[in-house]
């Protein structure tokens, strides 16, 4: 990876995800923030709309990760680099309350009632860049 990448992952916070949708087949492209956290690249968002009680509607860009891990993660603030990746969604609780509790989640607590409500809901996955850069 070069050096400008680098940066931009220490950095950079708006970038594209290009994910192969889960039902059509067909790249689907959706602007998102991903944090570095430990040295780990996270894409994580609040839970989707309440549709009852404690159940909430799951984030297609999630649902589109699952079926299909591989994906582009595309660079547009400092540079623009598109980089071959792979989504590993997080569903450790303990894990997910380390990330959710992170300096660089705050916007995320700032949205919702509870940590908990982000541990128990909210999408998060693991991005593991393919060596091609």
Same mark, same amino acid.
């Given at each position: 990876?070069?050096?400008?990448i680098?940066?931009?992952?220490?950095?950079?916070?708006?970038?594209?995800?290009?994910?192969?949708?889960?039902?059509?087949?067909?790249?689907?492209?959706?602007?998102?923030?991903?944090?570095?956290i430990?040295? $780990?690249?996270? @894409?994580?968002?609040? !839970?989707?709309?309440?549709i009852?009680? &404690?159940?909430?509607?799951?984030?297609d860009? #999630?649902?589109?990760?699952?079926?299909?891990?591989?994906?582009?993660?595309?660079?547009?603030?400092?540079?623009?680099?598109?980089?071959?990746?792979?989504?590993?969604?997080?569903t450790?609780?303990?894990? $997910?309350?380390? @990330?959710?509790?992170? !300096?660089?989640?705050?916007?995320?607590? &700032?949205?919702?009632d509870?940590?908990?409500? #982000?541990?128990?809901?909210?999408?998060?996955?693991?991005?593991?860049?393919?060596?091609?850069?």
């Amino acid at each position: 990876m070069n050096d400008a990448i680098k940066q931009a992952l220490e950095t950079d916070r708006t970038i594209d995800i290009i994910t192969t949708g889960a039902k059509t087949g067909l790249q689907r492209t959706t602007e998102i923030w991903f944090n570095k956290i430990n040295e $780990r690249i996270i @894409i994580c968002g609040t !839970p989707g709309a309440e549709i009852d009680e &404690n159940v909430y509607k799951p984030r297609d860009w #999630l649902a589109n990760l699952k079926a299909n891990p591989n994906f582009t993660f595309v660079l547009k603030e400092s540079i623009h680099a598109e980089l071959p990746a792979k989504a590993v969604e997080i569903t450790d609780a303990d894990d $997910r309350r380390t @990330i959710m509790s992170a !300096p660089q989640t705050q916007w995320y607590r &700032n949205q919702v009632d509870s940590v908990d409500v #982000l541990v128990q809901h909210s999408p998060i996955v693991e991005v593991f860049f393919e060596d091609k850069t």
